[in-house]
Each structure stands twice: as C-alpha cells, then as structure tokens.
C-alpha cells in the first residue's frame, strides 16, 4: 500500500509542483493522468525517493522512502522518460541493477528482450529510442520489484510493441505489486488498468479503482447524447458521453472521455460521484 498524507513538493525556487495530496494506493496497475506540468513526475520521483516531500509524507507498507533504507529501495524501480545511461548493454545494465534488486529474473529478463526482437547484447547507446526503451523497460519488469513506476514507457514504441508492452504489464501484475503507469496514450493499454490516479493544477482530483468508476459513472457512444449526461464531447460524428451509473449498467471506460471530463467544468461533478460512491462501499 502506498500512502500519501497532506503531501506536498516545491521545486527550490520553483514552483509548488505538488500540492496536498493524500490518497491511498492498492496494489494492481494505476494509470496516472494529467495535463501536462502537474506533477506526475515529480509525484513518482517523490514515491522512488529521488525527492523528498516539503511537507507532509509518502510512505509504502508503512516506510519512508527518504529514508532511504535499502529493505525498501529494493522494493522500488523507477523508469523515468529521459533515463541517461552510460553506454552498455541492457544485460550489462541488468547485472548491475541485480546487485540491488534481489528479485532478479534473469531468464525473465531474457524473455521480456525476445518478445521485443532483441538480446540485451545491443549497445544501448546505438540502439533508436525505442528499442532503447524496449530494452529499460524489459529490465525494470525484470527486477520484479513490488512498486515499479512507468513514466511515459510507451514513448517512441512502434504500434505492435505497445501492445506488447500492455500484455507484460497485464502478466506482471500481481496481487502485492504496484505499477503505476504515467501515460498520455491510454488506448494503447485499455485493459489492464486496476485504478486512475488523476491530477489536475498540482492537486489530487481522483485515486480511485476501475471498480469504483464503473460503479458510479457509466461511458456511452451514440449519435445523440443522453439528456442525462453530466459530460459529452463529439467526436467522428459519435456523441461520447459520461452519465450517473444505473442500478445494473455495465459499461467499459473510456479513458480519454474520462481524462477531458477531468479537464471540463464537470469535473468536480464527476469526481464526486466517484468519490461518494466509494464512500458507500468502505
Ligand atoms: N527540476 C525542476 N526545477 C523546477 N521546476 C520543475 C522541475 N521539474 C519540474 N518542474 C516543474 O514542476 C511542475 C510539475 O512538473 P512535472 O514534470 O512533475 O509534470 P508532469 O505532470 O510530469 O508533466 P509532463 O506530462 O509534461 O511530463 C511543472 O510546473 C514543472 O515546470
């Protein structure tokens, strides 16, 4: 379980990145969502212990990660979007990383690079963007470390490993294991989010599981919208639309309805149904 209490993070002579957070994060995949600028990364470098929070905590099963006692660092990977690396290859980097990370797989290592088309012989430093990554994410999912923190993973993939890269995901997801995912290109991993994670101007607007959306909010596509939509938008001649959930609605999320509700006026309409809908169930 990661916990943030009334968490907050200013840049020194920066702004105020984070402000006030407090949530509870389960186990399971979180897509993390937010316009750009409002602290996703920064949020994940709080909880890799890359920085400390200016006010309030973080803390996973109870430590703090600026604690920086090793019983918890081993327990977290974070792959950032602009990893500099020294030249190398990933086994290399791999072998390297294992000293820390006692939950190494080589021969899982070995497979995550197959499914990619790659060995972990390349030269990092010669391989495309993408290739590299595919390379640093294999690893990360290698290391099968209990709190694994995505930012952007999907970055310069091709389409056919992007859905490779949801599948490993979805298969390294474990009922003690938390991966949180920064991504601005949800559809590429529609299925195998557990929970959103969602912040707006620096501030927590939504934590909460696929369960508790779905229960209280319901995600329609048609030529009119619902009258009883809280949000709509049109797009290719398709009204998508957000409205309350009924008793007995099952409907699949779309996530970027959700992201652009999140960013609408409605928003706080949205977030409240969600929230008191959980509120009922605990
Ligand atoms: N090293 C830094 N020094 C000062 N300010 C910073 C630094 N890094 C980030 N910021 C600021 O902190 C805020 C949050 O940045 P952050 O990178 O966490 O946002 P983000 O949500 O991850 O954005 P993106 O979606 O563009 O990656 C922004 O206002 C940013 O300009």
Same mark, same amino acid.
């Given at each position: 379980?990661?916990?943030?209490?009334?968490?907050?993070?200013?840049?020194?002579?920066?702004?105020?990145?984070?402000?006030?957070?407090?949530?509870?994060?389960?186990?399971?995949?979180?897509?993390?969502?937010?316009?750009?600028?409002?602290?996703?990364?920064?949020?994940?470098?709080?909880?890799?212990?890359?920085?400390?929070?200016?006010?309030?905590?973080?803390?996973?099963?109870?430590?703090?990660? $600026?604690?920086?006692?090793?019983?918890?660092?081993?327990?977290?990977? /974070?792959?950032?979007?602009?990893?500099?690396?020294?030249?190398?290859?990933?086994?290399?980097?791999?072998?390297?990383?294992?000293?820390?990370?006692?939950? /190494?797989?080589?021969?899982?290592?070995?497979?995550?690079? +197959?499914? /990619?088309?790659?060995?972990? $012989?390349? $030269?990092?430093?010669?391989?495309?963007?993408?290739?590299?990554?595919?390379?640093?994410?294999?690893?990360?999912?290698?290391?099968?470390?209990?709190?694994?923190? &995505?930012?952007?993973? +999907?970055?310069?993939?091709?389409?056919?490993?992007?859905?490779?890269?949801?599948?490993?995901?979805?298969? +390294?997801?474990?009922?003690?294991?938390?991966?949180?995912?920064?991504?601005?290109?949800?559809?590429? /991993?529609?299925?195998?989010?557990?929970?959103?994670?969602? &912040?707006?101007?620096?501030?927590?607007?939504?934590?909460?599981?696929?369960?508790?959306?779905?229960?209280?909010?319901?995600?329609?596509?048609?030529?009119?919208?619902?009258?009883?939509?809280?949000?709509?938008?049109?797009?290719?001649?398709?009204?998508?639309?957000?409205?309350?959930?009924?008793?007995?609605?099952?409907?699949?999320?779309?996530?970027?309805?959700?992201?652009?509700?999140?960013?609408?006026?409605?928003?706080?309409?949205?977030?409240?149904?969600?929230?008191?809908?959980?509120?009922?169930?605990?």
């Amino acid at each position: 379980m990661i916990t943030f209490n009334n968490l907050c993070y200013r840049y020194p002579k920066g702004p105020e990145a984070l402000s006030d957070i407090t949530a509870a994060i389960s186990p399971g995949i979180h897509l993390l969502l937010g316009e750009n600028g409002t602290g996703k990364t920064t949020l994940l470098h709080i909880i890799a212990g890359l920085l400390y929070p200016t006010a309030g905590s973080v803390e996973i099963d109870g430590m703090s990660p $600026r604690l920086r006692q090793p019983a918890l660092l081993e327990k977290i990977f /974070f792959l950032g979007d602009d990893m500099t690396l020294p030249g190398g290859t990933a086994l290399a980097f791999a072998h390297t990383a294992a000293k820390a990370y006692a939950g /190494f797989d080589a021969g899982l290592l070995a497979d995550y690079l +197959a499914c /990619f088309g790659l060995t972990g $012989r390349e $030269r990092l430093d010669r391989l495309s963007l993408g290739n590299r990554r595919k390379s640093l994410i294999a690893v990360a999912l290698a290391l099968r470390t209990q709190v694994l923190l &995505l930012d952007e993973p +999907a970055n310069g993939l091709d389409i056919g490993s992007k859905e490779t890269l949801g599948r490993m995901l979805a298969e +390294a997801a474990g009922d003690d294991r938390t991966i949180i995912v920064s991504t601005h290109v949800t559809h590429d /991993f529609h299925n195998i989010f557990d929970g959103v994670i969602a &912040l707006r101007r620096n501030r927590l607007q939504l934590a909460a599981t696929l369960t508790d959306i779905l229960s209280a909010v319901a995600f329609t596509a048609g030529m009119i919208p619902p009258v009883e939509a809280i949000f709509a938008h049109q797009s290719a001649g398709l009204f998508r639309s957000i409205t309350a959930a009924g008793a007995d609605t099952e409907t699949d999320i779309d996530y970027n309805l959700l992201y652009m509700a999140l960013q609408s006026d409605r928003a706080d309409i949205i977030t409240s149904l969600i929230n008191s809908h959980r509120q009922q169930q605990l």
